[in-house]
């Protein structure tokens, strides 16, 4: 089995003729199956643009070589599709969820997140997945008949299962939603319609999900050398980084850094492809499923990295925490961001006349966690850029993250 072309439609694939379909039915497209109608509805979406001034790891300040949360979002799409495609799964349905898998992002990454998630801790919390969820079944208004993207039941299961099943099989919530419970958004959905909160998502969710994990590998070791914040030799002591770069160096030894550096990013994507592909189909084979339900219903993820492969995505992503996620210079800029959204959020629920008009009117008649809600919905929707804006317009200080 290889990545270099596609195989048939696998039995365990979904197919976009056979979707259970979408909330608001709609007629069907002449010229394009429903999984690529969906990815055409996310790209064209407001939310999906504003990616591109969104953090993924250096604020945008820092310089404009460093992934946004667009280009990690592009980056993934790219090694789902590779997945997908080498699998005989659905490229589109990949695709699609790629794509939507970080449109909940707040501004200034993880840091940003979890200054929302303190701010609404008596109110359930704030989980980016729902968030996605949220925005694209009720934020994005752009059709007459429907508030979202009306996109079809399986991509909305992928996004909400972007990290496996919340339930078990009787509904109580798996251990990382026990403190706060399901987000309500996914809770009050499923009610219109059942996402199956308690199944593994489709094989090409899983597929997406494992792709972002490559490129997040990927992307921020080479990130996390242009800022210079570790070096070549620094992650060379990870064991699976050391054996690339040794083989780079001993066929080209005289190889400029840059080149090293994007050789090494190359390989190291490649070799974590092949891994994925070559362990995929060895699951898949031992579970022989006939169906995308035998997929959803199996005991395990019948896509991911072999054993000794996920111990060195494990030695990298440790790696990575201690010397840049936690780096003195990136927690320093992080911290200041998290107070830009903390300063945000307190101003809005004190002084909602601060809105903007179209916010601050929808807030008439809403009860207290509807209020809060819907400011986290608009402080979540902001660019990096944006939140900083308006944080100069509301305060007297605001720090330049750098």
């Known amino acids: 089995m290889t990545s270099d072309a596609a195989m048939p439609r696998a039995a365990y694939a979904c197919n976009p003729a056979s979707s259970r379909g979408r909330l608001h039915p709609e007629p069907e497209s002449s010229t394009r199956n429903a999984f690529r109608r969906d990815c055409d509805r996310i790209?064209?979406?407001t939310a999906f643009r504003r990616l591109k001034h969104k953090t993924q790891v250096f604020v945008f300040d820092e310089g404009d070589h460093y992934?946004?949360?667009?280009?990690?979002?592009?980056?993934?799409?790219q090694?789902?599709?590779?997945?997908?495609?080498?699998?005989?799964l659905d490229e589109d349905l990949a695709e699609a969820l790629a794509l939507a898998h970080d449109l909940g992002h707040p501004p200034f990454g993880h840091a940003g997140e979890r200054a929302l998630d303190e701010c609404l801790k008596a109110f359930g919390g704030f989980d980016h997945n729902a968030q996605s969820l949220r925005v694209v079944t009720a934020l994005e208004r752009r059709y007459p008949e429907f508030d979202g993207l009306n996109l079809t039941w399986e991509t909305l299961e992928g996004i909400v299962k972007h990290n496996g099943p919340l339930t078990d099989r009787d509904g109580a919530p798996l251990p990382r939603y026990r403190a706060h419970?399901?987000?309500?958004?996914?809770?009050?959905?499923?009610?219109?319609?059942?996402?199956?909160?308690?199944?593994?998502p489709s094989a090409e969710a899983q597929v997406a999900t494992v792709a972002d994990d490559i490129a997040y590998d990927a992307h921020d070791i080479d990130d996390g050398l242009r800022a210079e914040l570790f070096g070549l030799d620094d992650?060379?002591?990870?064991?699976?980084?050391?054996?690339i770069i040794g083989e780079i160096r001993a066929a080209h030894p005289r190889l400029d850094a840059p080149?090293?550096?994007?050789?090494?990013?190359?390989?190291?994507?490649?070799?974590?492809?092949?891994?994925?592909?070559?362990?995929?189909?060895?699951?898949?084979?031992?579970?022989?499923?006939?169906?995308?339900?035998?997929?959803?219903?199996?005991?395990?993820?019948?896509?991911?990295?072999?054993?000794?492969?996920?111990?060195e995505d494990r030695a990298i992503k440790s790696f990575l925490k201690q010397r840049m996620y936690r780096h003195a210079r990136v927690m320093r800029v992080m911290d200041q961001a998290a107070g830009v959204v903390r300063d945000l959020f307190a101003r809005y629920r004190d002084r909602p006349s601060d809105l903007p008009a179209e916010w601050s009117e929808s807030l008439a008649g809403l009860d207290e966690a509807s209020r809060i809600r819907h400011i986290a919905d608009f402080i979540a929707g902001m660019t990096d850029r944006y939140?900083?804006?308006?944080?100069?317009?509301?305060?007297?200080?605001t720090p330049e993250l750098r």
Do not use: K, M, N
């Not at 992934?67 to 799409?77: A, D, G, N």
């Open 67 to 77: 992934r946004t949360r667009l280009t990690h979002t592009l980056e993934v799409t």
């Open 181 to 200: 419970g399901i987000p309500q958004t996914i809770r009050d959905y499923c009610r219109l319609q059942d996402l199956q909160l308690w199944s593994l």
């Open 235 to 243: 992650i060379a002591a990870v064991a699976l980084a050391g054996r």
């Open 43 to 45: 790209i064209h979406a």
């Open 79 to 88: 090694v789902a599709r590779s997945l997908a495609r080498a699998l005989g």
């Open 259 to 311: 080149r090293l550096v994007h050789e090494f990013v190359r390989r190291l994507i490649g070799l974590l492809i092949e891994d994925v592909i070559v362990e995929s189909g060895r699951r898949l084979a031992r579970l022989a499923p006939h169906s995308v339900e035998a997929v959803r219903c199996a005991r395990a993820p019948v896509a991911g990295f072999s054993g000794a492969i996920a111990r």
């Open 387 to 397: 939140a900083l804006a308006e944080h100069a317009r509301l305060f007297d200080s």
